[in-house]
């Protein structure tokens, strides 16, 4: 036995004791149960959405989004390190905005990146966009906008007829011929891959562009159905009858208590909760009152009871005269 | 200075043969609350095997192959059983005040293994390529922003969550565990609190 081990069993009576047996046996009935669990029950699988399903189930849902990223209205726009460099919307507590520490690490611009560069790509190939594209980056700033405000307003009176968007009378500019042309784009099931190129095609292996295309209303609809969103637990939640992560719990419900569930820097709150709770935790052999805690609750007894039952017992046997 | 004598010297005092595989325990070890441990580290064993078995077909696999489907379940019930045992483990272990006599690296390093695999989980709801993962790549960056550590850690960024998941990852908590295991060896089982 190490040196401690002799030190801390001094005087312990010990018992016959089969480390690999007993390894083994539960092993075994861990393997049994994981088996059966897995037969019984398999395991989630829901599957992701798709550019190409938003486009064909909800065009005028794909349509918004669109719209609103070239607007320049989408969150990442303004969303501060490390997607842009301002830092208006960068989460902060007590003054301290840790996001800004440390830059923009992964640059977005989702105006160029989303819409108009994979536009200007497919525009080598389709004079009407060309024509359009031309219209619309040769206008100035203000006559975009008004182009893009009146087609998001018209957006929300639009039908849907085969396939085809039928949109309001209205002074569009050549919003529309860009917006039908990311449709096709997303029919076709191409929008991911236009995001996602990049100087090492045909390695892609960053998927940062697409996820985040439509992470706003379309997944929130998507998540609201799934009973995922934040304020119902959000990603400790699994999709169907399954369990989640769980063990997230305390961390998922300091998103349903205010100040974090309402406030523009909750996330900050949570993370900087967390950590406070986690370093508790890590620390707990030193916290005074936490470390006594276990002693007057008890439960130590029950664990034990084997051994004050015996110690009892011993005592008693010690102190009957004649024994 | 002879650094294999001072190995064996080390090795000596603090992890015997009898320590590493002991043939003997302290007679109040005598608890179903002692299995706990052992069942995570039967979880984390499958969790490896099945891993290895998934990494050889890569992360798509199971959306598209029987067989991939059921090693994904084995996978996914053994983070279930996982999670379980480390939690009864924690529970107990502090109802025992189990970092009495000097034990406070176990607890401590017990306490960083389960804040590595919880990471680890993270990871692997972010490579199952599926809804999951897309949801849950959104809505964690956020935090993981707001923290200053998305200059770091991309949720979004596949290949760098695969490879923390598949390699770094698993490697650091096994690490971990094989210290907690030496501490927990070196040190005996806690004597049961005093009444």
Request: zero cysteines.
């Amino acid at each position: 036995m190490s040196k401690q081990s002799e030190a801390n069993l001094q005087g312990i009576p010990m018992k016959p004791y089969d480390l690999i047996r007993e390894g083994l046996t539960v092993l075994a009935f861990i393997i049994i149960l994981v088996i059966l669990l897995a037969v019984l029950f398999s395991s989630p699988d829901y599957p992701t959405v798709r550019g190409e399903d938003v486009a064909r189930l909800q065009p005028i849902a794909y349509l918004q989004t669109t719209a609103n990223i070239l607007a320049g209205n989408s969150e990442i726009q303004t969303y501060g390190p490390p997607y842009t460099s301002d830092s208006q919307n960068a989460q902060a507590v007590l003054g301290i905005a840790p996001a800004t520490w440390f830059g923009v690490s992964t640059p977005l611009n989702p105006k160029e990146d989303f819409i108009l560069q994979p536009l200007t790509k497919v525009a080598l190939f389709n004079e009407d966009l060309g024509a359009a594209l031309q219209t619309y980056q040769a206008a100035k700033a203000d006559q975009q906008q008004t182009w893009l405000k009146a087609y998001m307003d018209g957006l929300d009176s639009a039908t849907v007829e085969n396939d085809i968007v039928n949109m309001p009378d209205g002074n569009y500019g050549p919003v529309p011929t860009l917006m039908n042309s990311m449709l096709d784009l997303g029919r076709a099931g191409l929008l991911e891959g236009m995001l996602d190129e990049n100087a090492q095609l045909p390695y892609t292996l960053d998927f940062t562009r697409s996820l985040l295309y439509f992470q706003e209303d379309v997944d929130h609809n998507v998540a609201q159905s799934l009973n995922m969103l934040g304020e119902q637990w959000g990603i400790s939640n699994e999709t169907g009858p399954y369990p989640g992560g769980w063990w997230l719990w305390p961390y998922t419900f300091l998103y349903q208590i205010p100040p974090m569930s309402t406030s523009d820097n909750g996330d900050l709150q949570v993370v900087v909760i967390v950590l406070v709770m986690s370093l508790v935790l890590l620390f707990m052999p030193f916290i005074p009152l936490l470390n006594r805690l276990p002693r007057w609750l008890g439960l130590y007894r029950l664990i034990w009871r084997d051994w004050y039952h015996h110690e009892q017992h011993d005592t008693a046997s010690h102190a009957a005269p004649g024994t | 200075m002879n650094l294999t004598r001072k190995t064996q010297d080390f090795l000596k005092d603090s992890l015997t043969l009898e320590d590493a595989l002991p043939t003997q325990m302290p007679v109040y070890v005598n608890s179903t609350s002692y299995l706990f441990g052992v069942s995570a580290l039967s979880a984390l064993f499958m969790l490896i095997l099945t891993g290895i078995v998934m990494s050889l077909f890569g992360p798509g696999w199971y959306h598209v192959s029987k067989i991939g489907r059921f090693f994904n379940s084995l996978h996914f019930w053994s983070v279930q059983i996982l999670f379980m045992a480390i939690v009864l483990h924690m529970v107990t272990k502090y109802m025992m005040a189990a970092w009495r006599d000097g034990r406070w690296k176990s607890w401590m390093v017990g306490m960083i293994i389960f804040f590595a695999s919880a990471f680890t989980g993270l990871t692997g709801f972010l490579i199952q390529t599926n809804w999951d993962s897309q949801w849950i790549a959104v809505q964690a960056k956020d935090a993981i922003n707001a923290a200053g550590a998305g200059s770091f850690f991309n949720p979004l960024n596949l290949s760098q969550v695969l490879t923390l998941h598949v390699v770094v990852l698993p490697l650091a908590v096994t690490a971990l565990v094989v210290l907690h295991l030496f501490y927990i060896r070196r040190d005996s089982p806690v004597k049961p609190l005093a009444e």
